[in-house]
């Protein structure tokens, strides 16, 4: 592709499955006052955690079990699933980094102790990497960039656009996309993606892109 270079940094890339981030308000609400998460498995990112208890997701067409709850506790409830699990909960599929939640769905949390509406919080997470400041330097990215990441898959080659760069000093380097993302590729053990610098190395959405070719414009 003419234009075209990768930046031969091998990214890990992580499938992130449904997953829910709570405030300590709506925590003990649904599994009891002074209650705090139960720590079970470390997560890729420093500090992060996959915690003992569950609870299940309802919205208006379907409901989810067991939905895993992160720590460590958020300012804000927040609810990350794909598209597909949008149609079977039957709410909107809105598309979002995570942390911005204005105008999204809301959906029924129940845990041990009853159920709480959340109006707001539900969303599909932009995928995305994470990396530090030294490594988005090697890169020749900055926070929140959107980049391509081609990635190697039997026979199922694959490149992800829009994808977001976030740049902190705590970072892990890692990318992460949602099932429905994983699913599109084939290689199942430590997937891996580098990033690939189009017009000539400018940030640049795929979604405009593809209205400027479907209007005539080309780029190189």
């Known amino acids: ?98 942390g911005d939640t204005a105008d999204t769905p809301g959906c029924t949390l129940t845990g041990p102790l009853g159920s709480i509406d959340i109006d707001h919080g539900v969303i599909v997470a932009k995928r995305h990497i994470h990396m530090t400041p030294f490594q988005a330097l090697q890169m020749r990215v900055k926070d929140k960039d959107e980049v391509f990441v081609i990635m190697e898959s039997y026979e199922r080659s694959l490149i992800f656009a829009d994808v977001i760069v976030r740049v902190d000093p705590n970072f892990a380097l890692a990318m992460h996309v949602d099932t429905d993302e994983a699913n599109a590729f084939a290689n199942y053990d430590h997937p891996t993606g580098v990033i690939l610098k189009l017009f000539g190395g400018r940030t640049y959405n795929l979604q405009k892109w593809a209205e400027e070719l479907q209007s005539g414009i080309r780029r190189v």
């Open 1 to 98: 592709m003419k234009g075209a270079s990768v930046m031969s940094y091998s990214i890990p890339i992580e499938t992130s499955a449904r997953h829910i981030h709570l405030c300590r308000q709506d925590f003990e609400a649904l599994f009891g006052k002074g209650k705090e998460l139960t720590f079970k498995a470390n997560l890729s990112q420093p500090g992060q955690y996959v915690a003992e208890e569950r609870l299940t997701v309802t919205g208006p067409k379907g409901t989810f079990e067991n939905v895993a709850i992160l720590g460590p506790f958020r300012s804000e409830t927040q609810l990350e699933i794909s598209m597909t699990d949008t149609r079977k909960l039957g709410v909107p599929a809105v598309i979002r980094q995570s």
